[in-house]
């Protein structure tokens, strides 16, 4: 029987990742005035975040990591995501996500 050896995640990517994750759940107002939800997939905002090593885009599943933490997000992402999504990049960055949600919600 081995032994499976685990990454710790840093707890602050951990933060930051649901964070982001939270940001991807898009409420979008129809033509017709109605309220809908769009999740923002990852594969698409993948395609959004263009680095200096990636000028093409990120992939999939680095979204993916960053989501739940095991990658951490630098800055070039960190402004890159925030401006594809429309807000801040502290908005990411900042504790408690609770606010910024409030006011994604009001601005629909």
């Not at 990517?13 to 129809?30: A, I, N, P, S």
């Not at 809908?36 to 990120?58: D, F």
């Not at 095991?70 to 502290?90: C, D, R, S």
Request: aromatic share 6%.
């Amino acid at each position: 029987m081995g032994t499976r050896v685990t990454q710790d995640k840093d707890p602050e990517d951990v933060r930051v990742g649901e964070t982001l994750k939270t940001f991807l759940h898009r409420v979008e107002q129809t033509p017709a005035g109605y309220l809908t939800s769009r999740p923002i997939t990852h594969e698409e905002l993948a395609k959004q975040v263009r680095t200096r090593r990636a000028p093409r885009g990120v992939t999939r599943s680095y979204i993916s990591q960053l989501c739940s933490g095991e990658k951490h997000m630098t800055n070039e992402v960190l402004f890159q995501i925030a401006h594809y999504l429309g807000i801040p990049p502290m908005a990411i960055k900042q504790p408690d996500p609770e606010p910024q949600m409030q006011h994604l919600f009001a601005a629909a």
